[in-house]
């Protein structure tokens, strides 16, 4: 910081961050000075994180009335069971595997080689940790 102060605090081009001017203007300038990199920029990427996170749950929770149309309560662990028969049927029927939407969103959570119930709950923790620490 005394050596960004005695530089005469020069100013990099940034874009505005709400109402820290003040904070901007020394802590901001500072580390953007020493690094050449914008602190701000990890905060557009947390956002697009958290789109992306909030967009997979919408998935995942529009998905699991195929498998629980009922809302009686499934287990991760029955519904993971309930698809992998679906997609064996299917493939012994050849005709597209039932549960679309809810086959889609576990897939991005966990792969199908490394599905199961733990699987899929660890993920879930990484995420909302990784959330939790940004």
């Known amino acids: 910081m005394a050596g960004f102060c005695a ?5 990099a ?3 505005p961050w709400g109402s820290y ?5 020394l802590v901001r300038q500072a580390v953007i000075w020493v690094s050449g990199t914008d602190p701000a920029d ?5 956002i697009q994180t958290r789109d992306e ?13 195929e498998i629980d149309p009922h809302s009686e309560g499934v287990t991760i662990a029955d519904a993971l069971r309930t698809l992998a028969d679906a997609e064996e049927e299917a493939r012994l ?8 939407t809810l086959r889609d969103a576990l897939d991005e959570i966990a792969p199908r080689p490394e599905r199961g119930p733990k699987a ?3 993920q879930r923790s990484a995420t909302t ?6």
């Not at 530089?7 to 100013?11: K, Y």
């Not at 996170?53 to 009335?65: E, F, V």
């Not at 940790?129 to 940004?134: I, S």
């Open 7 to 11: 530089a005469s605090r020069p100013l």
């Open 13 to 15: 081009d940034m874009l």
């Open 21 to 25: 001017e003040g904070w901007c203007a």
């Open 42 to 46: 990890t905060r557009l990427e947390l």
């Open 53 to 65: 996170d909030a967009s997979l749950l919408r998935r995942l929770i529009a998905g699991w009335p």
């Open 93 to 100: 029927g050849d005709w597209p595997a039932k549960y679309k």
């Open 120 to 122: 899929a709950g660890s």
């Open 129 to 134: 940790c990784a959330q939790t620490d940004a």
